[in-house]
């Protein structure tokens, strides 16, 4: 059957007039069949790049969005960058398109986000990558007694921030600076052993072209948000796939093996090679996902 694929970025403004931007990948089939819409829930700083190889993988069988966070584009201060908010705005672009949405697939910090937004949603099913049910961030970091030394530069960076936007600035330009962020990632474990360096450098370079006082003030909320924060989430009725990088050093899978434990109707994998950055290290894994996902639709429609 013939077909066009349509992608784009798009303006919409929320409720309170902020200016944000969303990507629509849609698979326009010469058909009335509509194709079911999945949401993409991004980790802190994380785009297309993050993305790259699930679209590729679900774009002729779904319509997938993604919004870039407040703060993404452009920042200012006392900007409301809750994990709430983001739900909310996530939540209020899909009535403002009208659409339905059946899936949502959140990584890292995406994963709390989503959680919020299947409360407003209902979506039938999740896909949680690399994600915990609230307070990963210092959690983790805590276990190397790295929280208590960073959380107070971290609150410091997002009241006088200037210091760290001219940090980001040289970074981007700067190859000397990646090449010491790749080798510490390294050092520190944060690359599993199926990623690739270019794929890393890539979302280093991503990161550093952003505010860092964005992330600063994403890592604090992450860190603060208990919005999900019960033992209990059997009133979440999606059907849930929870998926673990054996070799996360950033969220602990033993948060994601909790997460999964708290849903209803979970399912949980585990890759043995894999660290945080999942995404970008196991090609099998999006095509697993989107059979998961299209048996998932198979079964509602019957």
């Keep these: ?146 929280w208590s030394l960073l959380k107070p530069v971290v609150v410091v960076g997002t009241k006088q921030g200037e210091w760290l936007l001219q940090i980001g600035k040289i970074a981007s330009k700067s190859r000397t600076f990646r090449s010491v962020f790749v080798h510490l990632g390294t050092q520190l474990g944060l690359m599993g052993s199926d990623l690739n360096h270019n794929h890393f450098v890539s979302l280093l370079e991503e990161w550093f072209e952003l505010d860092l006082r964005v992330v600063s003030k994403q890592l604090l909320e992450l860190d603060s948000d208990v919005g999900v924060a019960t033992s209990d989430l059997s009133y979440v009725s999606s059907y849930a796939l929870v998926i673990i990088g054996h070799q996360d050093v950033l969220v602990h899978r033993s948060l994601s093996q909790k997460l999964s434990n708290a849903l209803l109707k979970s399912t949980i994998w585990t890759l043995p090679s894999s660290g945080h950055f999942v995404l970008l290290e196991n090609r099998k894994i999006e095509r697993k996902i989107k059979t998961w996902l299209l048996e998932r639709y198979a079964n509602s429609q019957s």
Excluded at 131 to 138: E, I, L, M, P, R
């Design 1 to 146: 059957m013939k077909q066009k694929i349509i992608s784009e970025w798009k303006l919409f403004i929320t409720s309170d007039k902020q200016k944000l931007f969303y990507f629509i990948h849609k698979n326009h089939f010469h058909s009335t069949k509509p194709q079911p819409v999945v949401v993409l829930c991004n980790g802190i700083g994380s785009s297309n790049k993050a993305w790259k190889y699930v679209v590729e993988e679900l774009k002729n069988s779904f319509t997938i969005i993604q919004i870039a966070y407040r703060g993404t584009i452009e920042y200012s201060s006392g900007m409301d960058l809750t994990l709430t908010r983001h739900a909310k705005d996530i939540y209020e672009l899909t009535r403002q398109i009208n659409v339905d949405v059946y899936g949502i697939i959140g990584w890292s910090m995406g994963v709390q986000v989503a959680l919020h937004l299947s409360t407003m949603l209902h979506p039938k099913t999740m896909v949680l990558l690399c994600g915990a049910q609230n307070k990963a961030t210092s959690r983790v970091l805590d276990s190397r007694f790295l």
